[in-house]
């Protein structure tokens, strides 16, 4: 992206005028970044982007739905947490848990479920939609406030795995924080998605990129400093992080693109979703 130019603003009178520049837009790059700058810059960027992204994405999102992604698999039907007659009176931990959606979800079934966001404005739309029954916790996925063997399951949809510079180190936190024969499960975005333009038309079904080149997207602004990260994992890599965090690989779950899913959402589409997959679901059991 290239930033805007200077705008001079008209005006009737023989004044001078003062200009002001009009902020810059985020240079996007691709480029390293670790752990503590990507933090800094996602923990920045929802606190920006929350009211846009809630009112962009509630409604699909919904207030009594667990949804995986953009191609909308449903936790109810899914059950990749379990049963859902089981999940009464479990301790559950959602990560990157935005509006804790997933979570009123959750306590709706009877189990005990705490919202975690690195985001204080994602959690602030959580107590404005209402978040009965749902404890929340403002904190970063790879220093997580709670002692050992808080939880019985724990789950994140599309939340802090894509944004951080150590998965391993939030994996391993979260398997301290299970139980024995915990389950964690996880969404991220397909990692084959990397070698493809983010388009939803025609023009994202050409690869444009290495899928083997790990260097993180970041969006910087004039100064250099990182205001957005994300990083990209190849499929191999992320079982390979699985397992050196401590836990057990169960299934990988590849979402099909559903008929009723008429909506766009980023780089998903139908038109995409009907030939690539766009989600990744990992089901992790720490034994």
């Known amino acids: 992206m290239s930033p805007p130019g200077r705008v001079r603003r008209k005006s009737t009178t023989r004044e001078p005028i003062i200009q002001e520049p009009e902020p810059l837009e985020p240079e996007a790059t691709r480029r390293e970044a670790g752990v503590t700058e990507s933090s800094r810059a996602n923990r920045g960027w929802w606190d920006r982007n929350a009211d846009e992204?809630?009112?962009?994405?509630?409604?699909?999102?919904?207030?009594?739905?667990?949804?995986?992604?953009?191609?909308?698999?449903?936790?109810?039907?899914?059950?990749?947490?379990?049963?859902?007659?089981?999940?009464?009176?479990?301790?559950?931990?959602?990560?990157?848990?935005?509006?804790?959606?997933?979570?009123?979800?959750l306590a709706a079934q009877g189990a005990r479920p705490v919202a975690l966001d690195v985001s204080h404005r994602q959690l602030q739309h959580a107590l404005r939609i209402g978040a009965e029954g749902v404890r929340l916790v403002e904190a970063d996925a790879g220093a997580l406030p709670f002692g050992d063997g808080s939880f019985d399951l724990a789950c994140s949809a599309y939340g802090a795995l894509p944004?951080?510079?150590?998965?391993?180190?939030?994996?391993?936190?979260?398997?301290?924080?299970?139980?024995?024969?915990?389950?964690?499960?996880f969404s991220v975005t397909h990692p084959i998605r990397w070698a493809f333009p983010d388009e939803p038309g025609p023009e994202g079904l050409s690869v444009s990129a290495s899928y083997f080149d790990r260097t993180p997207y970041v969006e910087q602004d004039e100064a250099g400093r990182a205001v957005y990260v994300e990083h990209h994992r190849t499929v191999g890599d992320r079982v390979r992080d699985v397992v050196a965090g401590g836990f057990r690989l169960v299934d990988l779950v590849e979402p099909e693109w559903p008929a009723w899913n008429s909506q766009e959402w980023g780089g998903w589409s139908p038109l995409r979703g009907n030939l690539i997959p766009g989600t990744a679901i990992f089901v992790c059991v720490r034994d």
Do not use: N
Not at 83 to 88: A, F, G, V
Not at 163 to 185: I, N, Q, S, Y
């Open 53 to 105: 992204y809630q009112v962009e994405h509630g409604t699909f999102l919904g207030d009594d739905r667990f949804v995986w992604g953009p191609e909308g698999l449903d936790e109810i039907e899914a059950e990749l947490l379990g049963p859902m007659e089981e999940l009464k009176g479990k301790d559950v931990l959602e990560i990157g848990a935005g509006a804790a959606q997933c979570s009123r979800w």
């Open 163 to 185: 944004f951080v510079a150590d998965p391993v180190k939030v994996l391993r936190e979260v398997r301290r924080v299970l139980r024995p024969g915990g389950r964690f499960v």
